[in-house]
């Protein structure tokens, strides 16, 4: 079993509607991070958190450090959001344990 | 905000020769810098820790002599792909640490695709 458990895998949505990627892990961790990566490969770091919410436009991530789990959360998608979303476990020492990935699709 | 680069973006070369990539952090200083591998359909793996000022920390089943990585400054560590094979060709994507101004977050750079031919 990876550490680091997302699901779905793929996801396909019509635009407009609102998304929720789930990141579970089994480790302790210091952070989590959730990543973006589009079709050309560079990576965008759109949150880490520790606790809580944060938010950011359309984007919002929550954690709950208790049962070691994470969303993200895409309210009102659009075709733009469409790439590879990762989430990735920040251990004691720094290291990043990445999830597979959830390849998100959205159509207009 | 924070921005890491890498070149180059992409690279071809034949089989035998070494390949040098450079990762840089343009706006803060970063001690510690991290490079991962990315194979088709799979997710990132953490090849080695790129400490500056001292030798790099590599992963169970990363060979050193293969990968040589250089932390000379706070802005650059570099990955040299010695005697690249085809089975090296991948996605390699360096990352770096800031820790200024009382955060700690890592900043991904675009990666660099190498083809070995």
């Known amino acids: 079993k990876n550490e680091v458990e997302q699901s779905p895998q793929n996801l396909t949505a019509q635009e407009g509607e609102f998304i929720t990627i789930n990141c579970s892990y089994s480790v302790g961790i210091s952070a989590l991070h959730w990543l973006q990566q589009h079709p050309g490969g560079g990576i965008v770091s759109l949150f880490m958190l520790s606790s809580g919410k944060k938010k950011h436009g359309r984007l919002i991530a929550t954690i709950n450090i208790q049962e070691k789990h994470s969303s993200l959360h895409i309210t009102a998608s659009h075709p733009r959001d469409s790439a590879v979303y990762i989430c990735a476990a920040r251990l004691y020492g720094n290291k990043l344990v990445f999830g597979a990935g959830t390849i998100l699709r959205v159509k207009s | 905000g924070a921005v890491v680069s890498q070149h180059p973006s992409r690279v071809i070369c034949k089989s035998g020769t070494s390949v040098k990539i450079e990762c840089r952090s343009l706006d803060f200083q970063a001690t510690t810098m991290f490079w991962y591998r990315q194979f088709p359909k799979q997710s990132l793996m953490l090849m080695a820790t790129?400490?500056?000022?001292?030798?790099?920390?590599?992963e169970q089943g990363v060979e050193k002599d293969k990968f040589l990585i250089n932390h000379a400054s706070l802005t650059l560590s570099t990955l040299t792909v010695t005697s690249a094979h085809p089975e090296d060709s991948s996605f390699y994507i360096c990352?770096?640490?800031?820790?200024?101004?009382?955060?700690?977050?890592?900043?991904f750079g675009p990666g660099t695709r190498l083809t070995v031919l």
């Open positions: 790129s400490n500056e000022g001292s030798k790099a920390t590599y």
């Open positions: 990352s770096a640490r800031d820790t200024s101004g009382g955060t700690d977050t890592q900043y």
